[in-house]
């Protein structure tokens, strides 16, 4: 049975994620091209197992396939595997004859790191080549972090050589970035040590993932898309606090050139040989946590139903791919899958990591109004969900029937998943409960014309359930500044902790009429959307007390160990 973030399969308890994806024989990425549909002139070697798909050769055809959108429970330590799932149910859908795909985000280093993992899935659920996917993989991210720190140089380097723009180094909103949980790095101070070395002026790094130009990059529907989408960046405010663009700033076609080769998605295959597209990695906390749209659409032009993600659970990544990427993108969602587990729901109810291996009943019942709230939030943008019940082996015969009883009870499909030891043989279940349940008639939530605290108002009722919204001094400021440049009709990305429908991390289950407490607003005018930051949430995180890198290691002969 799937075991999430345990080790071990049913034959070797001693297997770890990467034993297991080493051990696999690969075929040439020409093969899972030519099995995906895609030309070969369009097909960008990156040695033998790796490639990225040239999108100005593909044929700018309507998509035609169906897509599932995979999220998943308010995330907890007791692992809830929703990128495994999605992976062996792209596998499932194959077995049965199905031409599937999934497209999913590239992991970031941050999380490879620090304390949540990789995203390529897990034991017999997995995309490979594991390693390189986790480590560097095609060079994207800092691609995209040049980028943003050319920019960065750019704007010191104008208020340096005489500011004809007449910026207010003290509000210059533009920040660099990093691909690393770096603390110390959430506030610096630049341009110390006299004229020569520039303008001292506060300012701070974001993780990559949760940059402008990686969520530039993720909605972008091509190359010019692209730059004109660069071009209309806010880097900061002149001293009259008229917005300043990247634009007039110029230099803004080497940026898109920097990013020439990490606009094409990326193509790697999963264990069962189905094609899988990986491009971009915004984070659901701090950004808007779903895959590139260029990645989706050419998944979607050349399969039958792709598998997509969004980050965290129904109130992060799946709202915002449905009120931010589906509206850009004009997506359909036909169906999704809710993945839960026995362990999670029981850890929501009250019970300790360490004894979430014992059967209790009642913790199960108290937990599984998290479930509901999920399941409640997918049904409010018109999608029929599936919930996904991803096995351990510590699940027993009678905690398993009750979340059937409550699942008819209910009225929500349910199916058991067991990718993680069998892989897309353990969601082939999965696989025909999602195909009987696909509508394509998904919705937006909200309107954007009716103004950025309005859409705010109504994610925090509908969706987190939340009685009232409370606002910083400093973001009523931010939205009369919003208001008053003409970008109050843009979508909103509510930066909150993945942890509760709250922006209280410990206020598990489904709480209800709390207040959402937003303490800033950030326009990203090239992204097209408002960041609203809520609680106590960072753009860049930090590393926990033993991080992930501590189990890191290479030999000799090249071969990696501890990933996972």
Not at 58 to 71: N, R, S
């Amino acid at each position: 049975m799937s075991r999430g973030r345990l080790r071990g399969s049913v034959g070797d308890m001693t297997l770890t994620d990467v034993d297991i994806a080493q051990a696999h024989t690969l075929e040439p990425i020409t093969e899972i091209a030519d099995r995906a549909g895609i030309p070969a002139d369009a097909l960008i070697p990156y040695g033998t197992t790796k490639a990225k798909v040239d999108i100005t050769r593909l044929d700018d055809t309507a998509p035609t396939g169906k897509l599932v959108l995979v999220t998943g429970i308010s995330p907890t330590p007791a692992g809830e595997g929703k990128s495994t799932v999605l992976i062996g149910l792209t596998d499932g859908l194959a077995r049965l004859g199905v031409k599937a795909a999934a497209a999913l985000r590239e992991p970031s280093q941050g999380p490879v790191m620090g304390i949540k993992g990789g995203a390529a899935g897990g034991g017999y659920s997995q995309i490979v080549p594991m390693e390189e996917i986790n480590l560097h993989f095609t060079g994207d991210f800092h691609a995209i972090a040049a980028s943003t720190n050319t920019l960065a140089a750019l704007i010191d380097n104008h208020i340096q050589q005489g500011n004809a723009l007449g910026i207010d180094p003290r509000r210059v909103t533009w920040q660099r970035c990093l691909d690393v949980n770096d603390r110390a790095l959430r506030s610096v101070i630049t341009g110390l040590g006299g004229p020569v070395h520039g303008t001292p002026r506060e300012t701070g790094f974001t993780i990559t993932a949760a940059s402008e130009i990686m969520a530039v990059l993720c909605l972008a529907t091509g190359l010019e898309d692209l730059k004109r989408r660069i071009e209309s960046i806010t880097v900061g405010f002149t001293y009259d606090q008229r917005p300043v663009t990247a634009g007039e700033l110029g230099g803004t076609g080497a940026l898109a050139a920097l990013m020439k080769e990490a606009i094409n998605p990326n193509l790697v295959q999963t264990l069962g040989g189905t094609p899988a597209y990986v491009h971009g990695g915004p984070f659901a906390n701090i950004a808007h946590g779903c895959n590139s749209l260029i990645a989706t659409r050419v998944a979607l032009q050349h399969a039958d139903v792709v598998c997509t993600e969004a980050g965290f659970g129904s109130d992060l990544g799946a709202e915002k791919f449905l009120d931010i990427k589906a509206r850009s993108g004009d997506l359909d969602v036909a169906g999704a899958v809710v993945v839960a587990t026995i362990r999670s729901l029981k850890y929501n109810g009250g019970v300790a990591r360490e004894d979430l291996t014992t059967e209790n009943l009642d913790a199960l019942k108290a937990g599984v109004v998290n479930l509901a709230r999920h399941v409640s939030n997918i049904q409010q943008f018109g999608i029929t969900p599936v919930v996904a019940l991803n096995l351990f082996t510590s699940d027993t015969t009678a905690e398993r029937e009750f979340m059937r009883t409550w699942a008819k009870d209910f009225q929500v499909p349910i199916a058991e998943s067991e990718v993680w030891a069998k892989g897309g043989e353990g969601a082939e279940e999965l696989a025909r409960t999602v195909l009987d349940n696909l509508t394509g008639t998904s919705t937006q939530l909200y309107d954007p014309a009716r103004g950025v605290e309005k859409s705010i108002e109504t994610i925090a009722k509908r969706i987190y359930r939340a009685g009232a919204v409370e606002y910083s001094p400093k973001a009523l400021k931010d939205l009369q500044v919003i208001r008053d440049n003409g970008w109050d009709d843009l979508p909103v990305c509510i930066s909150k902790t993945q942890y509760s429908f709250s922006d209280d991390p410990t206020a598990l289950g489904a709480p209800s009429g709390h207040t959402l407490h937003v303490r800033e607003l950030l326009p990203r005018t090239g992204a097209g959307f408002i960041v609203a930051l809520t609680g106590a949430v960072m753009t860049m995180p930090g590393l926990p007390k033993k991080p992930a890198a501590d189990n890191i290691d290479i030999g000799a002969d090249g071969r990696i160990s501890g990933l996972f």
